[in-house]
């Protein structure tokens, strides 16, 4: 149980253009979804923390305007990098969890999705 | 901002050796959770620590929790090429009545055989 799908795994898009990067809780609700970026050989930097049905809250730094986040539901978490440039290149994973509970220690990622601006 | 410092940050051993991977904080953690990350794909749990002192054993991999709840540690014993990947620390953390999960700045381990 407690499966993330993280759609797509790979894009390439042209700059200007915008992708959206979806991720989905398959076997249980997600109230609260992270969103991830992973530079090479670094270690996972929180960008947003994305609540159901309420605005994400952004880590400092990150622009909401360049990264929109859409959590509509309980099972999908959205992320759009807009207005795409090479510098937005890199690994985006989310994660989810169902419930804060004793028992739900760790958390649940997507398997990534790299982005490549050209 | 990392708030989880790992040390080393990068680590390359022969196949058969000992290491040890440390994570550090100065805030005390409720529960602290150890995963590793292999290239293009995300995170994948080893373990929880949840009591200061604690120590938990995964085969080769020993897991500790220091008594304060403040740091913690990874020993990998007769390291195997299997092993090499990103290891990484994390854990929730309450700011302005919102849970964040926050990783380490995460250790590269490189097993050569």
């Known amino acids: 149980g407690a499966v993330v799908s993280q759609h797509p795994s790979r894009v390439i898009c042209k700059s200007g253009t915008s992708v959206k990067i979806e991720c989905r809780s398959l076997?249980?609700?997600?109230?609260?979804m992270f969103w991830y970026r992973q530079f090479p050989k670094k270690s996972l930097m929180l960008m947003a923390t994305?609540?159901?049905?309420?605005?994400?809250?952004?880590e400092q730094g990150v622009e909401k305007d360049k990264f929109l986040i859409n959590h509509a539901s309980l099972t999908l978490s959205t992320l759009t990098v807009t207005s795409a440039h090479p510098e937005d290149s890199s690994f985006y994973i989310c994660s989810a969890r169902a419930s804060r509970t004793i028992a739900n220690y760790g958390y649940t990622f997507g398997s990534g999705t790299r982005l490549t601006v050209v | 901002t990392q708030l989880l410092e790992q040390s080393p940050q990068f680590l390359s051993i022969q196949e058969g050796e000992n290491l040890t991977v440390y994570c550090n904080s100065s805030?005390?953690?409720?529960?602290l959770q150890w995963y590793r990350q292999e290239p293009g794909e995300g995170p994948v749990l080893l373990v929880t620590v949840v009591t200061g002192g604690e120590v938990k054993k995964l085969k080769r991999l020993t897991f500790q929790f220091g008594d304060a709840r403040k740091d913690s540690s990874l020993h990998i014993t007769a390291a195997q090429p299997g092993d090499t990947g990103l290891y990484l620390c994390a854990h929730d953390l309450l700011a302005s009545g919102t849970y964040k999960y926050i990783f380490g700045t995460g250790t590269r381990l490189k097993v050569l055989a």
């Open positions: 994305s609540n159901e049905g309420s605005k994400a809250t952004y």
């Open positions: 805030s005390v953690f409720s529960s």
């Open positions: 076997d249980f609700q997600a109230t609260t």
